[in-house]
């Protein structure tokens, strides 16, 4: 290739502002636009906050728990109150603060670390924040209603349903959740993309930060794990709102559905909450040792098997269902195994401390109460996946105190420890290190003092959830001494609060990499400029300000690399092979924008609609919210033209390749659709398999239609095949043609599919009503894939598409095949219900 | 940081480890216990009775101060309040009543014992003294043969320590 | 004998009245001061490799990390798998069956005996030394049976029948009470087991089938039939007066149960006037309403000859 410097000229592509400095381009807008932000940086930090906002509200409550529990007897909380306190401090905690300000951390990270200017799909980014932020309001504003959900925050059926939870309490939890947890998913799937495809040159997969890896991690188990819950979410609510009886035992359901689909998350999410923390102790530990993580692939090892094990275990939260023996004693054995990757982790902690000398400042502290509390709550963990015991000790106090040794040790301990560690780097100004002590002291003994003696009191008989306990039957003492410790506990988060909000204005003003850390989002001085770098740097080693001396040697915005000429007036950073990390393309990133908050916002008054039962309203906000999703994405294409990135790369512009981040974020949607889809069938087979009565009573779907969307979705797939060569070989007018056969191909497949299953009746049998949820799943992959042909065909038809711009058609080939073989499996499905078995 | 310094900073871990270690034993054993076996609690009423003995020394008000003849005559004979609360408790009272100071006594069948003392009329028949409170207690029934309290079979010497109780019930 | 209410550790695992509490006790205990012992051993290595500059070594990620826990687990998982067998491998197939159905917020209670169905509740009499098969089963929502001293616990699920075997070795009352979140009462959600040698316990079966003791006081007389005309029998069964009353406890013999509104209050005629009066606030969410309607006198001769059913 030729090193072009004179843009070409295209046809299509935003221009951009060429006369503008790169800081005039990625200004952050002001005033009212600030909230039109696409910046990795403050989406992250919005993430942040409010999670933390969550958390002082959710630990407001549990005081409100401690306080009633002070006392046998006492009246300070009535039972409804209380019902509603510990479900709203559960599920506060576990869905809108653990996970999004982890979350908000790793999107705030990333880049930096990585060598990226912002997050790979910023837009989607902010998205993601409405929807989070919108999500936890609605949940909140149950409050207001008087109807906070007051079913526990694993909102078991049958309790939650119609029956026992009449009005709208259950509504709010999971319309509210479901839309926080939409967020998560994007998230998630934001950051495979970020960290896979726009890293540094040269850093491959092992040259990563190892935090990257436990994000990594993470985010492929959300993109999997949270499936589960929003399809048992979905059911629950279908149930609610249209009497669908999925849980209904006398029509063939049952309760234990839920239970399934809510471990089958619920087990996954306590490691999606642990690994980024512990990611960031990987990330601080060595900055306060001086020397680098040991045994780093022993970790990263042990972190991937991790991932898998603990989508393994879901049932070891269901021994007291009545599971056959050796089921229990199979969950019992693998529930133990993950004992394994953790002790990996926490020995190639402790040999990194051997390393060198450990500076003792506040973050190690934290660090090293991590330590001693996490690796408690573990071993308490593997005395309750012995099944015995655990048939004493589940869902009474000793699980209390298990799972926040677990949760603050391996959380909330490590959190903080990043808090005071990247606080300088937020804020600019470091946090006391005096009152840090004082923080960790109290936070430590009043953890400690709180829950360590929760193991005996639920040895001792006390169960979960009770707002009142008889006196004198052994309990009194302990609850006393629990309380008193939460509300030390509490006194350290107040310091921490205090110390924050004083070292805004009084702390000492952070130098540049002030802790000495070897990661490069400490490359530039702090605050660092909105754009991470002027020039991305090669990277050959995981501690880069450590072994390369002209990074923290010279200035940073002369620190050489890549992408340092801007061509086009455009925001854009350097995309990479995913493994080897060489460079591959350039991406143009967009510029701020409110279309993904009107987006969200419509998605909200839907959902919120939907609670109030305003379903004309919740129809214009699903409107709303695909028009916006379609002026999100009608604007021009960027590919079709190579730039000259610096350091003898030329590289194309949004390549159309697989490699591409828009291509890989197609796939890893499609890996979320099909654990979506696969829990659906996961729900088929079991009902099915648990009441075979039932599902005799089940009308069969017809042969003739089921053969037929068989066929349908087979003529999908090659027509999808098609679509992608024509496009890719820039046969505009015929890809376009393309397009219109796929939505054709689509509407037959939703129309055979829906006459193959007419005659069953999804209010006559849960399997019935299954089978319907399925189709709707698979109708909608159908529908979104015929609106996205549409789409195409219409940038076509109306002159939006130019030369080497057939990324969407790309796309959506991909897109359109997985939606194929979806129909293929569901067809295949109904044959099996035809051919073996419902009469 | 010198040798010295490790040193003295290990020497300093080890001792807050150990009085850690102490101190939680020390609540730990508490907590434990059985509610009649109280070391440390009788431990600190031992030394609370000797400190109010110094105090009152200290404060030294003078011997003969008027009679408190209010207080004399809300006084039950051979009743002891705090046996009194068991005895509500074990009797049920507060399935109707709310009984300050007694564990989930908080029923809406009866009156509101809240500020007993300071009532003017039991039941709505007797006057509030102590004998007749002692004598409700026993047999509500044959003073108000319309009520709902049936006479839960209190003797005597419970009924003492009941009322007894009902008396440390201030108004605001 | 009296309620194991404020009775101190009737409520707790660490006890022997099972033998599925007592052989889980050992495993408790000694889980317990392994993971004390590992949690100590674990910040011994980390605070010498606090004060050691020499570097840490392969060894001991896969020591400590790998070969240690797999050690240690196997042996728990082959010790919690033979516990477990020794507490499951007790079911006889000619064992006693009791059926315990629950409901929001009490216990129904079913002896199967000789072919006969003899039902009572909220108090679960158990034969000493004797394995029982419990059938556990829910009316409504979900609820877990737990008497922490006698056996560990077993879920009830509506449209399912767990069944759990049992047995006490134990003369004497323990608590029980529902662990799975129920709703708004499932604090109040408890029972009492009374385990009898196994002639008191045929003896009590007996009494099961016979009617209920007869009316004898003026006041017992006036009870009984404010009873029957106040719509009590819509619910409650009383043998020999009135038993088609099924939604609610039976009462034939509840003055002889130790406590009331499941396993949460003394059962005496104060707590029983109080408790009809005004269950509402006793227990929220019950399905039984306040019967606050009665005259004085009427509530406490209900009060009385409920307390006489003995």
């Known amino acids: ?839 | 940081m010198s040798d010295r310094d490790r040193n003295s900073g290990l020497l300093g871990t080890v001792f807050a480890i150990l009085s850690g270690v102490i101190v939680s034993l020390a609540v730990g054993v508490w907590a434990l216990g059985t509610p009649g076996n109280d070391p440390v609690g009788a431990a600190a009423v031992t030394a609370g009775t000797f400190m109010e003995g110094k105090f009152r020394w200290l404060r030294a008000e003078p011997e003969n101060v008027p009679q408190d003849w209010v207080e004399i005559s809300k006084t039950v004979r051979g009743g002891d309040p705090q046996r009194g609360a068991t005895l509500i408790a074990q009797y049920g009272c507060g399935s109707c009543h709310v009984v300050p100071g007694v564990a989930r006594a908080h029923g809406t069948v009866g009156p509101d014992l809240s500020g007993f003392r300071d009532r003017a009329y039991i039941g709505g028949v007797l006057s509030n003294e102590p004998g007749d409170l002692v004598d409700w207690l026993m047999n509500p029934t044959t003073h108000a043969p319309d009520t709902a309290m049936p006479d839960l079979g209190v003797t005597e010497t419970d009924a003492r320590h009941m009322a007894s109780y009902l008396y440390t019930l201030r108004g605001s | 004998m009296g309620s194991t209410l404020d009775q101190f550790g009737s409520q707790t695992t660490f006890a022997d009245a099972g033998i599925g509490a007592a052989r889980t006790v050992w495993l408790t205990n000694s889980m317990s001061i392994i993971s004390l012992v590992i949690l100590a051993f674990v910040m011994l290595v980390a605070l010498f490799a606090w004060r050691s500059t020499g570097g840490g070594r392969v060894w001991w990620i896969i020591g400590g990390g790998i070969v240690f826990p797999l050690i240690t687990l196997s042996v728990l998982t082959v010790a919690s798998a033979t516990t477990l067998r020794s507490i499951t491998g007790e079911a006889q197939p000619e064992a006693p069956v009791i059926e315990i159905t629950a409901y929001q917020y009490w216990w129904d209670v079913v002896h199967h005996s000789e072919g006969r169905s003899l039902r009572d509740a909220n108090e679960i009499v158990l034969p000493l030394n004797m394995a029982v098969t419990l059938q556990l089963k829910s009316n409504d929502v979900i609820h877990s049976f737990w008497v922490p001293s006698v056996s560990g616990k077993m879920d009830m699920i509506p449209g399912r029948i767990n069944e759990l075997t049992i047995t006490a070795t134990k003369e004497g009352r323990f608590r029980g009470q529902c662990a799975e979140f129920c709703g708004l009462s499932h604090p109040l959600m408890a029972f009492e087991v009374l385990v009898l040698p196994v002639e008191e316990y045929a003896a009590y079966l007996e009494s099961l089938d016979e009617d209920a003791r007869d009316a004898v006081t003026p006041q017992q007389r006036r009870g009984k039939e404010v009873f029957l005309t106040s719509g009590c029998t819509a619910c409650h069964a009383v043998n020999g007066v009135s038993e088609n009353g099924r939604l609610g406890p039976d009462l034939s013999r509840v003055g002889a149960r130790a406590s009331l509104g499941a396993g949460m209050w003394r059962m005496n005629r104060g707590n029983l006037a109080g408790w009809i009066a005004d269950v509402g606030d006793m227990k929220p969410g019950a399905q039984m309403p306040s019967y606050n309607d009665l005259s004085g006198p009427d509530l406490r001769a209900v009060a009385a000859w409920l307390e006489s059913l003995k």
């Open chain 1, 1 to 839: 290739m030729t090193a072009v410097d004179e843009p070409q000229s295209y046809s299509g592509t935003r221009k951009g502002e060429p006369d503008k400095t790169i800081e005039e381009v990625w200004a952050q807008p002001t005033g009212l636009r600030w909230w039109s932000s696409v910046s990795h940086r403050v989406v992250g930090k919005r993430f942040i906050y409010t999670g933390f906002a969550f958390f002082i509200i959710a630990g407001f409550l549990a005081l409100l728990v401690r306080t009633q529990l002070i006392v046998p007897g006492n009246t300070f909380l009535d039972n409804e109150t209380y019902n509603q306190v510990f479900t709203m401090h559960g599920t506060l905690m576990m869905f809108l603060f653990a996970i999004p300000i982890l979350e908000g951390f790793a999107v705030y990270l990333i880049p930096m670390m990585l060598g990226a200017r912002d997050l790979i799909f910023p837009r989607l980014g902010q998205f993601g924040y409405y929807c989070y932020l919108f999500g936890g309001i609605i949940v909140l504003s149950s409050f207001l209603f008087d109807a906070a959900p007051d079913g526990g925050w694993f909102m078991y059926v049958p309790l939650t349903t119609n029956a026992f939870t009449p009005g709208v309490s259950a509504d709010f939890w999971l319309i509210g959740i479901t839309f926080a947890e939409i967020a998560s998913v994007t998230a998630a799937v934001e950051l495979i993309v970020a960290i896979l495809c726009a890293r540094a040159p040269g850093m491959s997969l092992t040259k990563m930060p190892i935090f990257a890896w436990y994000i990594l991690i993470t985010a492929f188990m959300i993109a999997i794990g949270f499936p589960p819950l929003i399809i048992g979410s979905i059911l629950l609510e279908a149930n609610r709102l249209l009497g669908l009886p999925f849980f209904d035992p006398t029509v063939g359901g049952d309760p234990l559905l839920w239970q399934h689909l809510f471990w089958l998350f619920g087990h996954p999410e306590v490691y999606i909450i642990f690994l980024p923390a512990a990611g960031m102790v990987a990330t601080i530990l060595p900055t306060f040792v001086g020397k680098p993580l040991f045994g780093y692939g022993f970790v990263v090892a042990a972190v991937i098997s991790m991932g898998f094990i603990s989508f393994g275990l879901w049932a070891h939260h269901m021994f007291t269902t009545g599971l056959p023996i050796l089921s229990l004693s199979l969950f019992s054995a693998a529930s133990t195994m993950v004992a394994v990757p953790t002790g990996v982790q926490i020995f190639a902690f402790i040999a990194t401390l051997a390393q060198g000398r450990p500076r003792m400042t506040t973050p190690m502290l934290f660090v090293m109460g991590f330590l001693f509390i996490f690796v408690l709550g573990g071993l308490t963990g593997v005395m309750l996946a012995s099944v015995p015991f655990n048939w004493q000790a589940h869902d009474s106090y000793f699980v209390v105190a298990h799972l926040h040794y677990v949760l603050i040790g391996g959380m909330v301990f490590p959190l903080f420890a990043a808090f005071y560690y990247w606080a300088p780097h937020i804020t600019g100004r470091m946090m006391s290190e005096r009152l840090g002590k004082w923080v960790f002291w109290l936070m430590f003994i009043g953890f400690n003092a709180t829950f360590f003696l929760m193991h005996v009191t639920g040895l001792r008989g006390m169960p979960r959830r009770i707002a009142t306990y008889p006196e004198g039957i052994g309990w009194d003492r302990l609850n006393l001494l629990s309380t008193l410790g939460s509300y030390i506990l509490a006194a350290g988060v107040a310091l921490f609060i205090f110390d924050f909000i004083r070292h805004l204005r009084h702390g000492e003003r952070a130098g540049r990499d002030p802790w000495r850390a070897g990661t490069m989002e400490w490359l530039y001085p702090t605050v660092a400029i909105g754009f991470n770098f002027h020039a991305i740097p090669p990277v050959e080693t995981r501690e880069p300000l450590w072994n390369n001396p002209n990074m923290l040697g010279k200035n940073a915005e002369d620190v050489e690399g890549v992408m340092r000429k801007m061509h086009d007036g455009r925001r854009e950073t350097i995309g990479c092979d995913p493994v080897s990390g060489s460079p591959v393309q350039i991406v143009r990133l967009p510029h701020p924008t409110f279309t993904p908050m009107f987006t969200a916002f419509a998605l909200a008054v839907a959902f919120a609609a939907t609670i109030a039962s305003a379903y004309f309203v919740a129809i214009a906000g699903i409107v709303a919210g695909l028009l916006g999703f379609t002026i999100w994405a009608w604007e021009p294409s960027d590919s079709g033209v190579t730039r000259d990135a610096g350091m003898g790369y030329v590289l194309p512009v949004n390549m159309i390749e697989k490699r591409s981040h828009m291509h890989i974020a197609t796939v890893g949607t499609m890996l979320v659709l099909y654990a979506l889809l696969g829990s659906l069938i996961f729900a088929l087979l079991y009902l099915w398999n648990v009441y075979p009565n039932f599902a005799a009573q089940t009308a069969q779907p017809n042969l003739l239609w089921t053969g037929l969307s068989m066929l349908a979705g087979l003529v999908l797939l090659i027509l999808a095949m098609i679509n992608r060569r024509v496009a890719v070989a820039d046969k505009i007018g015929l890809a376009t043609v393309m397009n219109l056969a796929v939505i054709l191909a689509s509407i037959a497949c939703t129309a055979c599919l829906a006459l193959a299953i007419q005659r069953t009746d999804p209010w006559g049998t849960a399997l019935g009503a299954t089978m319907w949820a399925t189709l709707g799943f698979v109708a909608l992959n159908l529908f979104i894939t015929l609106y996205w042909a549409l789409f195409n065909a219409a940038r076509k038809v109306t002159g939006r598409v130019g030369a080497g711009q057939s990324l969407p058609d790309f796309n959506l080939a991909t897109y359109a095949k997985g939606t194929a073989v979806m129909v293929l499996i569901t067809g295949g499905l109904f044959l099996a219900a035809t051919l073996g078995g419902l009469s």
